[in-house]
């Protein structure tokens, strides 16, 4: 078992845990939502997704932002993760990346799908 994201407090009073699969999930979602500069200890980790929230919507920015988000996952985690495919978009007022991987250690298949709102202005 690891230790779950977002970090809380079970009831039984002690640190959440997750299963190792689910664990990898949560570290995926860690890092493609982590500004660089965000962690004091890990000054480069980070994809800073959040930031595509307020970028203009066209198909030359999302490619690119496709190739970042796939660097820095093999970057971050390709120790436990073989990323197979990954998929960015941004169908009106939402950010939707999804993520299909290969968990190193186990050899399962495993498919994330991140849904962020874009703010209102």
Same mark, same amino acid.
């Given at each position: 078992?690891?230790? #779950? ?7 039984? !009073?002690?640190v959440?845990? #997750?299963?190792?699969?689910?664990h %990898?999930?949560?570290?995926?979602? &860690?890092?493609?939502?982590? @500004?660089? $500069?965000?962690?004091? +200890?890990?000054?480069?980790? !980070?994809?800073?997704v959040? /930031?595509l929230?307020?970028?203009?919507? +066209?198909?030359?920015?999302?490619t690119? +932002? =496709?190739?970042?988000? =796939? !660097?820095?996952? =093999?970057?971050?985690? !390709? @120790?436990?993760? =073989? %990323? /197979? @495919?990954? *998929?960015?978009? *941004?169908?009106?007022?939402?950010l939707?990346?999804?993520? &299909?991987?290969?968990?190193? /250690?186990? $050899?399962? @298949?495993?498919?994330a799908?991140? %849904?962020?709102?874009?703010? %209102?202005?």
């Amino acid at each position: 078992m690891e230790i #779950a994201y977002p970090f809380h407090i079970d009831d039984r !009073g002690q640190v959440a845990d #997750a299963p190792y699969d689910a664990h %990898v999930e949560q570290l995926i979602e &860690q890092l493609l939502f982590t @500004s660089p $500069g965000e962690r004091v +200890n890990r000054p480069t980790f !980070g994809c800073g997704v959040i /930031r595509l929230l307020f970028a203009p919507d +066209n198909d030359a920015l999302a490619t690119a +932002n =496709q190739f970042l988000i =796939q !660097g820095e996952l =093999q970057r971050w985690l !390709g @120790s436990l993760i =073989q %990323v /197979r @495919s990954l *998929s960015f978009q *941004s169908p009106g007022a939402t950010l939707e990346i999804t993520v &299909q991987y290969v968990v190193q /250690r186990t $050899g399962r @298949s495993g498919t994330a799908t991140f %849904v962020r709102p874009r703010p %209102v202005p």
